[in-house]
Structure formats: C-alpha cells, structure tokens
C-alpha cells in the first residue's frame, strides 16, 4: 500500500496578494486552514515555503515546515525540493493548494485511490460542469477543461471548450454532453515527481500555459478522480472577502 506525504507551496511574494497564507480568515491564517484540513486525511502534512514569516506563522501552529529555493517557478518544483529536503520515504506526494482553506478531506482521499492502479504516475481532481452554468462559464479560459477516457485518465486539457459539438449551437454544448473542468490538486508517484520537473517546457504547455500539458506530452499517464465539492480559492483581497463570508455563514 503506497505512503502519502501532503506538501503545501506557500510563497510570500504575490502580485496580486502579496501576503496572502498569512492573510486571517476568521482568527486562523489561511496557511494554518489548509494544513489543518489536510491532516484530517494524511498523516504527515508539511508547508513548503521560502518565506521565514510563513515559516514562523505555521511553526506557531505545531506545523511542519520545509525551506525551499526562492527561484522555483511552480508549486510542482517546490514540492520536489521539500520532499527531499524533508528525507520523506513516502511513496505518492500530493501538492495541496495553499490558497483553499476549506479544502475537503474527501478530495485528498479521491486522490489517494487513484494510486490504487499501479500504472498511475500522477493524479489529478476533475468536476462534471453544471450545465446551468451556461455557455459562457463553459468558455472561461481561466476554467481549464478536460476531456477523459475510459479508464479515467486524461486524453487533454485546454483552456477552450473541449469537446467541441459538431452541428449543435454553443448555447446548447452544455447540455450536449457531460463536460468536466479541472480542479488544479496534484498527486505524483515520488521517481516521477523528480523525472517531470527536469522536464523542458513542452509546446503544448507554451501554447496554453498549462503545466500538466507538458507531462501528457512526454507520455505520462494523469489518472483522475471526480469532485462534487465545492472550493473557496483566494487569489484576491476581494476573494478574501467572500472566503469570510463563507466562514462565517458556515461557522468555520
């Protein structure tokens, strides 16, 4: 049975928020949030962060903490890094959103049963997409799509609407079929973690700045778990907001 190790990327710099794990949602840091609901499904949780703030707020908790490069470019190198640095035996990392504070435990567990198939290299969360979201939700490019197989793992990913509906009215493509967008969580098999992040930038990836698109290329195999769940990302002060509200409606 594979060991799962949850690491949690957590920068201080951002454009858009600088700050932001450490922002309080409701007398908790949202850093503090998602460790604590990922520990509700996994036995050994760690920030990944080169930040000393964020390093001291989650040591403050009783957190684990692993210091990384500033110079990483995605969470997927800052979690390599940290699990080594870490001395972690586990079998399957899983790179937890460090800016959903009400992430679900279900979801972790979805991701831990893909693993369940050896032949799974990473494993990723995809959401049917609710039809009444009309057309253009569908068509968000921020809401990247994706389409699947018989064994549930994934054909593509894109930011245009996939599958395209022949001979039928783009009113009408949500209702034509059942669509799925992806939810950006991530598990890798430990050797394939450190093949995928000395991989090059893949002209798919170039072409829809989607990082996932540049391990399909190279012919790894993405397996993917449904979720129905709900997410709360904060990527903005004004997302803040609404993660507050949400907090406090729910008494979180």
């Not at 920068?11 to 908790?28: E, H, Q, T, V, W």
């Not at 079998?91 to 460090?98: A, K, L, P, T």
């Not at 997409?129 to 990913?157: H, I, Q, T």
């Not at 829809?208 to 399909?216: I, V």
Request: aromatic share 8%.
């Amino acid at each position: 049975m594979a060991q799962f190790i949850g690491i949690i990327p957590a920068r201080y710099a951002s454009s858009r928020f600088p700050g932001k794990p450490l922002a309080d949602i409701c007398g908790m840091t949202m850093i503090e949030r998602v460790y604590r609901q990922a520990s509700k499904e996994l036995h050994h949780v760690v920030v990944a962060t080169d930040d000393e703030r964020i390093a001291d707020a989650v040591r403050a908790f009783g957190g684990n903490v692993a210091m990384t490069s500033p110079s990483h470019r995605s969470g997927t190198d800052r979690c390599r890094e940290a699990y080594h640095n870490v001395g972690s035996a586990a079998d399957v990392i899983i790179n937890i959103q460090g800016d959903e504070p009400f992430i679900n435990p279900s979801q972790i567990a979805a991701l831990k049963s893909c693993f369940d198939d050896e032949s799974t290299d990473i494993a990723t969360l995809v959401r049917p997409f609710d039809p009444d979201g009309g057309y253009e939700a569908l068509a968000d490019p921020n809401r990247p799509k994706v389409v699947l197989g018989d064994d549930m793992s994934a054909l593509y990913f894109s930011r245009s609407v996939i599958p395209y509906m022949r001979g039928c009215p783009k009113e009408e493509w949500p209702a034509a079929t059942q669509y799925y967008t992806h939810v950006g969580m991530y598990a890798y098999r430990a050797s394939v973690l450190d093949a995928i992040t000395s991989l090059p930038q893949s002209p798919l990836e170039l072409a829809e700045s989607l990082e996932q698109l540049r391990w399909l290329q190279a012919g790894y195999k993405i397996k993917t778990a449904i979720t129905t769940s709900a997410t709360v990302g904060i990527d903005t002060p004004d997302d803040l907001r609404h993660a507050i509200e949400f907090c406090r409606e729910n008494n979180l």
